[in-house]
C-alpha cells in the first residue's frame, strides 16, 4: 500500500507565506487561537514522517528550540519536531538539529516515489513550496491543506504560496472554520492540463 503525502501550508487571505515590514503581525499574523492551536496538535499526534526542503528545514531548526520543553514553544511544533523527517537536499549534509532526521540527496520526485511506497506511515510535509510544488507536478501530492489566516498583506507579502506550481483543479476533501476566522481547506490536485 502506498503511503499517502499531504502538503500543509499556512498563508494569507491573497495567498502569501510570508511578508516583510512594514507588517508587524508576528506568527500566524496573530490570529492564533485556541481552536486552532488544538487542531494542529491533534494533527501532529498521530505518526507520519515529515518531509523538508532545505530551506524550510533551517528555518525550523532555527524557529523550534532543541529542547521541547519551552513554555513559548506551541505543542503542535514540539510534536512535529519529534518526528522523523527527510530533508530533501544537495547541500543539507549535518541534520543533527532535528533529533530523527535524515538527509537525501538526488531527484525529489524520485525519493518521495520510494518514501511513499516503502513508508508504512503517512507523509507530511509543513512549507517547502518549491518542494512541493514540484511534487505537485509529479502527481506525488495527494492532499494539500491549507490553512487561511484573516490578512490580507498587499505590499507587503514576499512569497506567494504556490507561485511556483502549475495548474491544478482542486476538489474539496475537508473544511473546517477555527476560532471562528481561520479557513482549513483541504483539497485533493488534480493537474489542470
Not at 518526528?83 to 537536499?89: F, G, L, N
Request: proline share 6%; aromatic share 10%; glycine share 10%.
Amino acid at each position: 500500500m502506498t503511503a499517502t503525502y499531504t502538503f500543509d501550508v499556512f498563508c494569507t487571505l491573497d495567498g502569501y507565506g510570508s511578508y516583510t515590514e512594514p507588517g508587524d503581525w508576528g506568527g500566524y499574523w496573530g490570529k492564533q487561537g485556541p481552536e486552532f492551536l488544538d487542531r494542529r496538535a491533534e494533527q501532529f499526534s498521530g505518526d507520519h514522517r515529515m518531509v523538508f526542503g532545505a530551506n524550510t528545514f533551517r528555518e525550523f531548526i532555527e524557529m523550534i528550540p532543541s529542547t521541547t520543553d519551552s513554555a513559548d514553544l506551541d505543542p503542535w511544533l514540539a510534536l512535529m519536531r519529534a518526528k522523523p523527517a527527510t530533508v530533501i537536499s544537495s547541500t543539507v549534509a549535518d541534520t543533527s538539529g532535528w533529533p530523527d532526521a535524515t538527509p537525501a540527496s538526488g531527484d525529489a520526485a524520485e525519493i518521495v516515489r520510494r518514501l511513499k511506497d516503502e513508508s508504512d506511515v503517512p507523509l507530511h510535509s509543513h512549507g517547502s513550496l518549491s518542494l512541493n510544488a514540484a511534487l505537485m507536478a509529479a502527481g506525488l501530492v495527494d492532499a494539500v491543506r491549507v490553512t487561511i489566516f484573516p490578512v490580507i498583506t498587499g505590499r507587503c507579502g514576499t512569497r506567494p504560496v504556490f507561485g511556483d506550481a502549475g495548474g491544478f483543479d482542486l476538489e474539496l476533501l475537508d473544511s473546517h472554520v477555527l476560532d471562528g476566522r481561520i479557513q482549513e481547506l483541504t483539497y485533493r490536485p488534480t493537474a489542470h492540463f
